[in-house]
């Protein structure tokens, strides 16, 4: 299957050139290894290789030599290799020297001891809808930060693509699967998480049963505010005589090593009126294929229940949106105050500037979503932080246009970096 370009490509090249080491980190089977070999002139699978084991006994520095860029895959199987490439950058002095990819955060986070001037470090994500060639890539997140006028083709989405869309997910060995094997690679990748992933990074002690709860609960509620009590309650399951909450936050916190969930953080910012921030994050997995998989639900599922469709769009959007504004070092957060005025996604770039976007499923929903983001905006003290560089309304199907109101149209079929 050909390689596809994706958006790190570019920042990891960059990053080679200027720093020692790259750490490369994401979920499993996001590409990571992939697109690593597309630059590495040797490699090493840690967590494979047989050879690994006595060499990390003998001597660890065995295992660094080799032609550079040096790929050390799956590095977090033996994590005490993090101060050996530390001390080999050092005593080679260049650019350049190693790429680490991983797929969860060691137990003990060795990154604490200082990678600083030595490791530069890249998340990478499952495909978003213009790396897996789905986007047209006719508007730019970046020249919307900028203040172009978007303009665009129609999108013909229907609600059936956009639900094949969603099961299928970004995963890269699903772009060669037909639907039905695509959405089975996502429950099989859940199964994983509940059954050997999870109780791996934990040191075994995770029930599995409470693990898969927690990954349907999540599924449930993604693109939504779900308390910890609210999850816990799920994990229970009915007749238990409960979860602690800090149980269900062990299983969060190792999820999150995992990098599978990347829940959505509020954004802090200042208010003209009596209003309250709300604080609680947004519940997300990685890549929406995994939260329809925890539902269980198909395309035609889906399509029958356009509420539940129109969440796990949102979370394909959310996707997107952090794929597209990492280049730029972006973050993507939410807002909500205690008036229930929200906005779905708020893009924040280095130096404080922000795009506003509303998520809606169809076009015919836009106008709703301009009016909902205008409120919203109201109640946000510009005066401090400055106006939005752009409103935007990301929707699942027609035009690119921006409204005579400033508020820009764009539909995700045709966003791109």
Not at 131 to 146: A, K, N, P, Y
């Amino acid at each position: 299957m050909a390689y596809l370009a994706r958006v790190v490509d570019g920042g990891l090249r960059d990053s080679l050139n200027r720093a020692g080491a790259v750490l490369i980190e994401g979920p499993k089977s996001c590409g990571k290894t992939e697109t690593a070999r597309r630059v590495a002139a040797s490699q090493l699978q840690m967590d494979t290789d047989p050879s690994v084991p006595d060499a990390m006994a003998v001597d660890p520095g065995l295992l660094l030599s080799g032609r550079v860029p040096r790929l050390l895959d799956e590095w977090q199987d033996h994590p005490e290799i993090w101060n050996h490439v530390r001390h080999a950058v050092d005593d080679r002095g260049e650019p350049g020297q190693f790429i680490l990819t991983g797929s969860a955060v060691p137990r003990d986070d060795v990154r604490r001891h200082s990678g600083a001037g030595r490791f530069s470090r890249i998340r990478m994500r499952p495909m978003s809808l213009w790396e897996s060639r789905v986007s047209t890539g006719e508007v730019s997140l970046g020249d919307l930060l900028d203040g172009e006028v978007p303009r665009a083709p129609r999108s013909d989405l229907s609600a059936g693509d956009l639900a094949d869309l969603v099961v299928r997910g970004g995963w890269p060995i699903s772009r060669s699967y037909g639907i039905a094997a695509a959405r089975a690679y996502a429950r099989d990748y859940l199964g994983l998480l509940a059954e050997v992933d999870v109780p791996s990074v934990t040191g075994g002690r995770r029930d599995p049963v409470r693990v898969s709860r927690l990954l349907s609960s999540l599924a449930r509620n993604v693109a939504s505010e779900a308390s910890v009590s609210t999850l816990a309650r799920d994990v229970a399951g009915e007749g238990s005589t409960g979860v602690a909450r800090d149980t269900v936050r062990d299983y969060l916190a190792a999820l999150e090593r995992l990098m599978v969930v990347e829940d959505q953080e509020p954004w802090n910012t200042a208010l003209r009126s009596a209003a309250r921030l709300r604080k609680s994050v947004k519940r997300h997995f990685v890549d929406p294929s995994l939260a329809a998989a925890g539902m269980a639900a198909d395309s035609s599922t889906l399509v029958r229940d356009l509420h539940t469709l129109g969440l796990l769009f949102e979370s394909m959007v959310v996707r997107d949106l952090r794929v597209y504004a990492e280049p730029r070092g972006g973050r993507v957060f939410h807002y909500r105050d205690s008036n229930d005025r929200e906005i779905d996604a708020v893009v924040e770039f280095p130096g404080g500037a922000w795009i506003a976007c509303e998520i809606k499923l169809g076009a015919g929903a836009v106008e709703a979503g301009a009016e909902s983001l205008k409120r919203a905006i109201a109640q946000i003290d510009t005066d401090r932080i400055g106006p939005p560089a752009a409103t935007v309304v990301v929707t699942g199907n027609g035009f690119g246009y921006r409204r005579p109101d400033g508020v820009d149209v764009v539909p995700i079929a045709s966003l791109r970096p």
